[in-house]
């Protein structure tokens, strides 16, 4: 799962959280929790 938190931290950075949450839903939730 090393792409998966490579996509989920580009987009945190870069302020895209819309993005972040429509490409990678399920692990978000994960991520947070």
């Not at 931290?9 to 839903?25: D, Q």
């Amino acid at each position: 799962m090393s792409p998966t938190c490579r996509v989920v931290i580009i987009p945190l950075s870069t302020n895209s959280f819309r993005l972040h949450f429509y490409f990678i839903r399920p692990t978000t939730t994960i991520l947070v929790v």
